[in-house]
């Protein structure tokens, strides 16, 4: 939530994007689950989110990963629709989604270069 609002500026009316804040804040939530279980799973860390769902589901970690992967992918896909009303709303939701994910892909702190061998710009 606390990095969903600020995400659209004033000028954007707050009833053309309400609707989707909580798919946003899925989103931001699982896509930082996603994207730091390298990190986490590395070190032997145990306590996160996709560790949890292979448990409470019985799947493998990696399942849990794609599966968790694959609904916020649907989160952003569905704010996105929820948003297409309003040119500047979308614009916003959409820099929003794609920034937080290159933040994570760029950040130091989730290793993800280990992962793939290209570089950020
Ligand atoms: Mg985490």
Same mark, same amino acid.
């Given at each position: ?29 699982? #896509? ?5 279980? *390298? +990190? ?5 860390? /145990?306590?996160?989110? @996709?560790?949890?769902? $292979? ?27 929820? #948003? ?5 709303? *979308? +614009? ?5 989604? /794609?920034?937080?994910? @290159?933040?994570?892909? $760029? ?15």
């Amino acid at each position: 939530m606390v990095y969903v609002l600020p995400a659209f500026p004033p000028e954007v009316p707050l009833k053309s994007y309400i609707q989707a804040i909580p798919e946003l804040i899925n989103c931001c939530n699982y #896509v930082n689950d996603v994207l730091s279980f *390298y +990190k986490e799973e590395i070190v032997g860390e /145990q306590a996160n989110f @996709v560790t949890n769902m $292979a448990n409470c589901h019985r799947i493998s970690k990696i399942d849990a990963l794609r599966r968790l992967a694959e609904d916020t992918a649907a989160d952003a896909l569905r704010a996105m629709k929820i #948003v297409s009303g309003h040119p500047g709303a *979308y +614009k916003a939701a959409q820099a929003f989604v /794609q920034g937080y994910i @290159v933040f994570h892909l $760029a950040s130091p702190r989730y290793k993800l270069t280990e992962l793939f061998k290209y570089q950020i710009e």
